[in-house]
């Protein structure tokens, strides 16, 4: 039977890291050599848990044994897994763990696009971008690729102007024409939907809208250069030609994982 692990603390793991290293020179989780095994340990969050279960039995019979740790904050999988608790995870897309490797001198790679989030403009108090009043709180993630990301889909849909960027990234402050006084909520990414109630409209994924019980098909306006964003199996790159990432790999492009995949997401997550 699978075991099931949930992180809570990231402090728990940085204190277990740091008594491991009093005894013993740590050694790092990405190594020269490819590591193979067949106990392998994948992170994500409670959104994509499905996924990795279904994985976990198509590839049993194979002698691995995926065990799944779950997150709940959007650096949690990549954090673990930069520390060496897990081998693997599928939850972060490309431009986002491009930008945790420069900013923590890690290796993660997508072994290949596998899909991509849905995401779109959604209100329980408004039917069309019309609606919204002057000063109308939207709630955006506040991770620098998403916020940006979110913002030029505000600025496409003539809500805001960006001017020149402050940063690496857009931020809020980089709005430089704002008519209809928007007021923007900052959210981490998978809070974002919970606060659809407290806004006007939030911005975020259709996978977190459907969890929070709404129909992720109803959306003020639809966020199209997510396509541009693909989240797959993530590892270290010096783990990408190992045997067990090969198998997990193929195993997700498969006919059988990905005619499971539609039917379970309902199009909210979109396979390339």
């Known amino acids: 039977m ?38 392998i340990k994948m992170g994500s969050g409670g959104t994509y848990a499905d996924m990795i279960e279904k994985l976990g039995e198509m590839v049993a019979d194979q002698g691995y044994d995926v065990e799944l740790v779950l997150f ?20 972060n897309h490309e431009p986002w763990l491009e930008q945790y490797n420069k900013d923590n001198g890690t290796d993660f790679v997508v072994v290949s696009p596998l899909y991509y989030g849905r995401a779109a403009m959604y209100s329980v108090k408004y039917d069309s971008l019309d609606q919204l009043p002057d000063g109308a709180t939207i709630a955006i993630p506040n991770d620098s690729t998403n916020m940006e990301n979110m913002l030029l889909f505000l600025q496409e849909l003539g809500l805001i102007t960006l001017g020149e960027k402050t940063e690496a990234f857009y931020t809020t402050l980089d709005v430089v024409d704002n008519p209809k006084n928007i007021q923007f909520v900052e959210t981490e990414i998978s809070y974002t939907a919970r606060s659809i109630e407290d806004c006007d409209a939030v911005v975020c994924s259709a996978q977190y809208i459907m ?21 797959g199996l993530t590892v270290h790159e010096t783990d990408a030609d190992s045997a ?3 198998v997990l790999d193929e195993t997700l492009h498969s006919e059988e994982f990905q005619t499971w995949f539609n039917e379970h997401y309902q199009g909210t997550l979109v396979l390339y």
């Open 2 to 39: 699978k075991r099931v692990w949930t992180l809570v603390l990231a402090l728990v793991l940085a204190l277990s890291l740091a008594a491991c290293g009093a005894t013993e020179t740590t050694t790092p989780s990405s190594s020269a050599e490819p590591q193979e095994k067949t106990t």
């Open 211 to 231: 969890e929070a019980g709404l129909d992720a098909n109803v959306f003020l306006a639809e966020n199209e250069s997510k396509k541009d964003f693909p989240i």
């Open 72 to 91: 709940d904050s959007n650096s949690g999988p990549a954090d673990a897994c930069s520390l060496g608790d897990i081998d693997a995870f599928i939850y």
């Open 244 to 246: 067990w990432v090969k």
